[in-house]
């Protein structure tokens, strides 16, 4: 079980297709005391992993207090990071407060390209000068791609690079309409170059020891069974059954991108939230509609509920449109 904290909303960039329309910080993100007493939370509702994202998570000033008070707690403390902030000193410090791991954004091998994305300077060099810190300092890291039309061509070159750099995974996020990334939902992927780049990256996962993992992308399962890829994941889509998120002011949601309020944690308890959410319930059910509701994967993939959502105008148990299986060759 896993959970994302976006611990602030400060971010030092203003990427495309951010889906917390990150940049300024809020007037009521969760202060230090909040932040512990949710850790707490987490915890008493069994999660084991705890990532810290932002915005920008190096830009909260007590982020290295908070992931060193996790880890005490008992979770493994994860940071999800662009890498442009991550200094030897600020790589030498994750590890002193005990973050086990770090996945580090970078979308093109092309500067320019990826600068563009991200609407800040030089962020292709400092990325990758983040991900040479933290390997110098000892702390594990992997490469966080968002796959466009744009560098759909460059995902295997890229999964080379992560090689290169010493990364131990390659995680190839598949936009979702949310956020600003509604506004560039053109670019994403269509319905059958999302099969193929997945059918892509598992070809690409049979030559190389480093993990590739499509997110956001849960068919994923389906194709990689079909290789005979024998993959470390159990489930594609978590949202709501093993996976959710929690905003910088505290606003709990079953994922990143399923943008549906279930409760405040400074009003509610987290492990509450978790444990009674009327959303969360029906999420547990699986029965969802369409293929989705007789697919024989239906216990590996799940379909997309975000994509869902979005694509059939609100319903999160709706069939997953972008899939382009027919179970039982109906």
Known sequence: MLVSWNSTNQCNMYCDHCYRDAGAKLSDELNTE?????????????????????????????IYELGEFAAKQGLRPVLGTNGTLITSEVARNLKKAGFLAAGVS???LDPVKNDNFRKYKDTFLHSVNGMKNLKAAGVPFQVHTTVMDWNVDELEAITDFAIEIGAMAHHVFFLVPTGRAVDIEQEGLRVAEYEQTINRLMEKQKTVAIEIKPTCAPQFLRIADEK???MRFSRGCLAGLSYCIISPKGDVQPCAYLDIPLGNVKETPFDEIWRTSEILEELRTQAYKGKCGYCDYIDRCGGCRARAYYYSGGDFMAEDEWCLYKPGGK
């Not at 707490?40 to 190096?58: C, D, N, P, V, W």
């Open 106 to 108: 970078l979308d093109s």
């Open 228 to 230: 005979g890829l024998d």
């Open 34 to 62: 909040e932040a512990k007493k949710l850790i707490r939370e987490i915890k008493k509702a069994g999660f084991h992993i705890m990532i810290f994202s932002g915005g920008e998570s190096i830009m909260r000033e007590d």
